[in-house]
Structure formats: structure tokens, C-alpha cells
């Protein structure tokens, strides 16, 4: 089936660097969702991109659809305590694969004040 | 103004038992989900239903069975509880013609 391969599997940084993170896939996708998990709560949407090569930014956050169509990053500025947690891609293709997202199987961020 | 809830937060059952994991959205969503979460696994998809009484399998459906008789509810239900199936359950819902979706708080669940 179809796989998002997410990068880095973990990080661990301290307060007030950058963070990167990105995932791949083999296929083509229409849409790409960033998701931030904190423990014992389910994900909560960060930012939805909808055309290849789509910049967007959420606070500190910015993301990006590759222009392939195949590929994403998430980007967290001067990182912050409150920004640990658990970051997951995924994607869609279209109604015609019955509606569903594929997911990564996530980034865990760990901040050191 | 409460979005997307589950019922009950945390269960304990045995193996063997039947167990019902409730799921309750007030957008009025047309899609429905539901997801296992477990270590080394990610979010793998059980059942989904595009509307009340449309349901199909997802990713992992063995053991598990949903309705959806009414549009805001969507219950799964666990027929006979395996240890295998011991994980944190998430609903999680969407409109016609988006992507987004926007999940529930989970349901941890553990099968003695």
C-alpha cells in the first residue's frame, strides 16, 4: 500500500533552535497534513496544503507541498518547552481512494529549556 | 461548541468480552473514522462511513464492527476482545470535499 516515510523518527533539541522534519512517499498526492500529537490527546491539524509548491505558515510553523507532489517539510522556528510533542504527516489522493489519509508514522520532538 | 468526543476515555475489559467504543461529532461531518494507534505502527485506519448507514473496511477491520444509524455517532464495536487489540482508539471526522480531519481526545483500551 501506499507509505509516508517521515524523517527524522526523533529530535531532540534545545529551546530556541530551528527544527526540520520532512516525509516522502513514491506517489503523488492532492493534499498534505501536518499534525502535532501531545501525549494522552488526540492530533490536532497544523497546516493543510493543497497545491504543489504551496508555502505556507502558521505562527512559527511553515510547511510546504513539494513541487513533485510526492514529498513535504515542516519547519518550527526559535522552538519552544510547549512545542514537544509528536508531529505527523499525511496525505490524500482524492475521493476515489475512498476518502482516505495516509500517515507518517510520526516525528517525536523533545525540547530542552 | 464541544466538536468531536469518545466514550469512554480509558477501559479495562477481558478477553472475550464485547466492548462498544463511542464516538459523537456535533459538525455535522459527513465523513466519519476510526483509528488504532500503537508503538511502531502510527495510525492505521479500522473503519470508516461516508454518511449514515454507508460504512467500509479500512486498513485493519478483523475483529471490529461499526454502525452509523445516525450522522453525529459512529460506535465501534470490539465482538470479542483480543490482548492484540489492547491500543489507543481515535474517531476522527471530515466534511465533503476536504482533506482535514479533526480527531477525538482517544479512547485507551486495554484487553486483559
Known amino acids: 500500500g501506499q507509505q509516508l516515510n517521515q524523517s527524522p523518527q526523533s529530535m531532540f533539541i534545545q529551546e530556541g533552535e530551528d527544527v526540520s522534519m520532512n516525509c516522502t512517499s513514491s506517489?503523488?498526492?492532492?493534499?498534505w497534513l501536518w499534525y502535532k500529537q501531545e501525549p494522552g490527546e488526540g492530533p490536532v491539524l497544523l497546516i493543510a496544503?493543497?497545491?504543489?509548491?504551496e508555502l505556507t505558515s502558521n505562527g512559527r510553523l511553515t510547511a510546504q507541498f513539494g513541487i513533485t507532489r510526492k514529498d513535504s517539510f515542516l519547519n518550527i522556528s526559535a522552538s519552544i518547552p510547549s512545542d514537544v510533542g509528536i508531529y505527523f504527516c499525511?496525505?490524500?489522493?482524492?475521493?476515489?481512494?475512498?476518502?482516505?489519509?495516509?500517515f507518517g508514522e510520526g516525528t517525536q520532538l523533545t525540547v530542552n529549556p | 461548541d464541544a466538536g468531536i468526543t469518545q466514550s469512554p476515555r480509558y477501559k479495562i475489559t477481558e478477553t472475550g468480552r464485547q466492548v462498544t467504543l463511542m464516538c459523537h461529532q456535533t459538525w455535522s461531518h459527513s465523513y466519519m473514522f476510526w483509528y488504532r494507534q500503537d508503538l511502531g505502527h502510527g495510525l492505521r485506519l479500522i473503519y470508516y462511513s461516508a454518511a449514515a448507514d454507508i460504512t467500509d473496511k479500512g486498513e485493519v477491520p478483523d475483529g471490529y464492527v461499526v454502525s452509523r444509524s445516525k450522522t453525529e455517532n459512529f460506535p465501534l464495536t470490539l465482538e470479542s476482545a483480543t490482548r492484540s487489540q489492547t491500543s489507543v482508539y481515535f474517531c476522527?471526522?471530515?466534511?465533503?470535499?476536504?482533506?482535514?480531519?479533526?480527531f477525538g481526545p482517544g479512547t485507551r483500551l486495554t484487553v486483559t
Open positions: 499525511a496525505s490524500g489522493r482524492g475521493e476515489t481512494s475512498g476518502s482516505r489519509l495516509t
Open positions: 476522527a471526522s471530515r466534511g465533503f470535499g476536504i482533506y482535514e480531519q479533526y
Open positions: 496544503l493543497y497545491k504543489a509548491g
Open positions: 506517489s503523488i498526492f492532492n493534499t
